[in-house]
């Protein structure tokens, strides 16, 4: 089978590897996507992770082998591969909250297993990797699911209710889920920031009230959104850019007594001033990935048609493109929302 391998910072080896083979317990995928997410980027230009590993943890396929003793899967099952399999014993498994197991990260595929960057992938355990894709749900949504799944786990994570007023800062793919599910969870007006003209028009169509480009807006956003929401700011402020500047941004648009939910990733540190938020009551919540559950309520979204993905799947390419049409493009042009690869 063909394999992309990452080998070390901005390299990519093309390999032919012998066909997995399914043990005790497992399931082979025939990968039929695999999405770009901005931790493979970080990985490919950064080395964040050791080399030597297939990176791909967005994973869409059909079963192709079934090991002995697994239960409820057959050949042909279409699939989601994710999230990452707890492993239900530590305290956070046993508390409910899977998506911060002591042994996630070394389970998921794509980060300490081989991932979706080739034609098969070994699931270790099916039992919670796996999610069935229903009938009405074609592969090039369901490939979308870890971005709606993780904007739907930080919505269950925060202080959100009906009839909130909301801020999105950043609306590529998990910002512009976020605002869609926002949406159908009842808020009550949604401001989205964001410096992509195209994202700020998608982010209109997905369910946003009005963008702003906070590059453009400078000093007088705040004053803005202030005078959107009562002179007091807004009930929440979603993190999704993953940077410094939308951060500090977040933290000075939120009311007293509001919350910043953040589920973008930079490890650049930020500064917080432990005076202004105890004045202000300032909550700050953090929220990672998602569990098995969210997958299955977001799969109902999209098969019951109140979630709609079109739009948030900017290009499908073939394997040997991932570096040129793939990493390299993502980092360049910030109009790209999702890029998958078909392997």
Known sequence: MRAAVYTAVKRIEFQDRPMLKAGSGEVVVKIKYCGICGTDVHIYFEGILPPGIVLGHENVGTVAEVGEGVDGWKVGDRVIAGPPGPCGKCYYCLHGRPSICVEGFEQTNGLRRDGGMAEYMLVKDPKYMLTRIPDNVPFEDAVLMDCIATAYHGIMRSAFRMGDNVVVSG???????????????????????????????????????????????????????????GGI???????????????????????????????????????????????????????????????????????????????????????????????????????????????
């Open 233 to 343: 700011g807004a009930d929440i402020a979603f993190e999704c850019a993953g940077t410094h500047e939308s951060f500090q941004t977040c933290l000075g648009l939120v009311r007293a007594g509001g919350q910043v939910l953040n589920l973008g990733v930079t490890e650049k540190p930020t500064t917080v001033v432990p005076a202004a938020m105890v004045m202000r009551e300032l909550d700050i919540k953090s929220s990672l990935a998602y569990d098995y559950e969210d997958v299955r309520k977001c799969l109902n979204y999209l098969a019951t048609g109140r979630f709609k993905a079109k739009g948030l799947l900017s290009d499908i390419i073939p394997l040997g493109d991932l570096v040129e049409k793939g990493f390299n493009r993502l980092v360049v042009d910030k109009n790209l929302i999702k890029v998958v690869v078909a392997p």
């Open 171 to 229: 609306a590529a793919s998990i910002g512009l889920s976020l605002i869609q599910l926002l949406k159908i969870g009842g808020a009550g007006h949604i401001t989205v920031l964001q410096p992509s003209p195209m994202k700020r028009e998608m982010a209109l169509k997905f369910g946003g009230d009005v963008t702003f480009n906070p590059l453009e807006e400078g000093d007088k956003l705040r004053e803005k959104v202030m005078a959107l929401y």
